[in-house]
Nanobody, 120 residues
Framework: QVQLVESGGGLVQTGGSLRLSCAAS????????MGWYRQAPGKQRELVAT???????NFADSVKGRFTISRDNAKNTGYLQMNGLKPEDTAVYYC??????????????WGQGTQVTVSS
């Protein structure tokens, strides 16, 4: 079993910044792609950003140029730096990871989510 624990959410004013962290623990051989998703009230969960084990990144158009994603493979931790926050960024942010628990067992895990609220 693997646990993903997010932290760093909170309330911030428009234009402010937050840094989310996602710490993975448990039976981990390696973590492949890590990602951040968000879900606003009444909306579907959507992709925010992903990063491969090798560092290749992908971003939703709505956050390009404002958000950056990174990871520390030695610490099994991923990060989402959010700058220039807008009210429309308000959502619960979820960490997601594809984890090898053994050489042949790859599983997908979600964190519990962390609330980000941007006031206008």
């Amino acid at each position: 079993q693997v646990q993903l624990v997010e932290s760093g959410g909170g309330l911030v004013q428009t234009g402010g910044s937050l840094r989310l962290s996602c710490a993975a623990s448990g039976s981990i051989i390696s973590i492949e792609t890590m990602g951040w998703y968000r879900q606003a009230p009444g909306k579907q969960r959507e992709l925010v950003a992903t990063i491969t084990k090798g560092g290749r990144t992908n971003f939703a158009d709505s956050v390009k140029g404002r958000f950056t994603i990174s990871r520390d493979n030695a610490k099994n931790t991923g990060y989402l730096q959010m700058n220039g926050l807008k009210p429309e960024d308000t959502a619960v942010y979820y960490c997601n990871a594809n984890v090898y628990e053994s050489p042949s067992r790859l599983y997908n895990y979600w964190g519990q989510g962390t609330q980000v609220t941007v006031s206008s």
